[in-house]
Each structure stands twice: as C-alpha cells, then as structure tokens.
C-alpha cells in the first residue's frame, strides 16, 4: 500500500519569494513515480512535475522545482519567485510503475501568496 | 490541442437518482481513470479503463460502474445516489498502459451535489 502525507494544510507566502511545500510518502515498491498536482479554485488538477524514484537528478519545470531524497522518503516542491496566480490547493501523488497502478494522492495543502 | 474534457460542469440530483457522467480524453491518450474528491480531501480512485475494459477498480461499491467507448471516451454512471455521494468526479487520460510516467492529465471535473 502506498500513503502520501502533506502536513501543512496552509502555507502563505510574499509574492516574488520561494516557498516549500512538504511531502513524505509511503511504499514497499522500489520503483515508483512521485508528482506534484496544482488545484485552482475552478477544481481542475493541473499536473506540475515529475520525479521517478531511480532518477539520479531532481526535477525541474519552469519556477518548480522538486527536492526529492530517497533515503527521507520526501519530496518537497519549492515554488521560486511566488505570483499571485499560484494561490490554489497543492497535491502531492505518487503511484508504483507496475501494472498501471492509480495515483495516491495526499490530502493536500492551500498556498496563498499575499502582494 | 484539446485537453481532457468533462461533462457536464455541475449536476443537481436528489436521492435514489441515478447520474451519468462523461469525459473525453486529451488527443492521443487511451487509459481513462475516474476519481471522486469530497470536499477538503485529496481525491480517490474510482477505476480506470483501458481498451474498453476496467483494469482497475478502488474500493468503492458497485453503485459506481463505467464504460469506455471505441473512440476511448469514458463515462461514469452511479446509481442510487446517496448524500455521501456528493463530490467533485475528475477523468484523468493518459498514453497506454505503463509506468509512472505516463502522466494522468485531468479534465475541470463535474461537481455533483445530491439533495
């Protein structure tokens, strides 16, 4: 089974600053994928980024940015330079890379970024 | 390109109703996968199909079944709806039947509310 914990239900952050966003997960599988999912007030889940567990090398995707260590069993996303349209619910998911497994997704955490 | 699309937005039913939902997947993606998301969780997996077949199904009863059509399009029927039942439905497509990274992309979500 696999769990995802997000212990932050809300974060506020300056606008133009860097936030963290925590993440630990849970799993007996050795490979497996780990994401971070974007969710507006309008209920769509935007897919952020991507980290798959043997990658030797953090993700990156614009201003986002994943801080994964293996041995900890996190992986935190970090938001540089905050905008004011990144105020929304943040979810982190991973799922096993066998069989097609669904995504797990944590109960996420509300960012809002203050001008 | 058009991305995953819902319908319809929002839904009003009363008890003992009977609902159907559909989704259309991005251009390109065959693996269709359903979740509901209560209000303030994360969101949980329905099931998912690929090939016109459930692969997949989450611990949910068999109120809730589904259907994926040749043109991969997918719809999501529940019967006997309950209060309980009430939830934001999300249809996530993705390319083929594979690992992690196979990215879900998820459609705006059809919010459904059972008086």
């Known amino acids: 089974a696999q769990k995802i914990t997000q212990t932050q239900p809300g974060m506020f952050v300056q606008e133009k600053e860097a936030v963290t966003l925590d993440c630990t997960y849970d799993?007996?599988?050795?490979?497996?994928?780990l994401f971070w999912y974007k969710q507006p007030s309008s209920g769509e889940m935007i897919f952020l980024i991507y980290?798959?567990?043997?990658?030797?090398q953090n993700a990156t995707e614009g201003r986002y940015s994943l801080n994964f260590q293996k041995a900890r069993k996190s992986a935190n996303l970090v938001i540089s330079a905050s905008q004011l349209g990144d105020s929304a619910m943040y979810f982190c998911?991973?799922?096993?890379?066998?069989?097609?497994?669904?995504?797990?997704f944590g109960k996420g955490t509300r960012l809002s970024v203050i001008a | 390109d058009a991305g995953v699309t819902q319908s319809p937005t929002h839904l009003i039913k009363t008890r003992g109703q009977q609902v159907t939902l559909r989704c259309s997947p991005k251009?390109?993606?065959?693996?269709v996968s359903w979740y509901q998301q209560a209000l303030g969780q994360g969101p949980q997996f329905i099931f998912q199909?690929?090939?016109?077949?459930?692969?997949q199904r989450g611990n949910f009863p068999d109120r809730f079944s589904g259907h994926q059509f040749p043109n991969y399009s997918s719809e999501l029927n529940v019967n006997a709806l309950l209060l309980g039942d009430s939830a934001l439905y999300l249809c996530?497509?993705?390319?083929?039947?594979?690992?992690?990274?196979?990215?879900?992309?998820f459609g705006a979500g059809t919010r459904l509310s059972v008086l």
């Open positions: 199909y690929y090939e016109e077949e459930e692969r």
């Open positions: 998911a991973m799922r096993a890379n066998s069989g097609n497994t669904p995504l797990v």
């Open positions: 996530a497509s993705a390319r083929g039947w594979g690992p992690a990274k196979n990215i879900q992309y």
């Open positions: 251009s390109g993606h065959d693996t």
């Open positions: 799993t007996s599988d050795q490979s497996y994928g």
């Open positions: 980290q798959g567990s043997y990658d030797e």
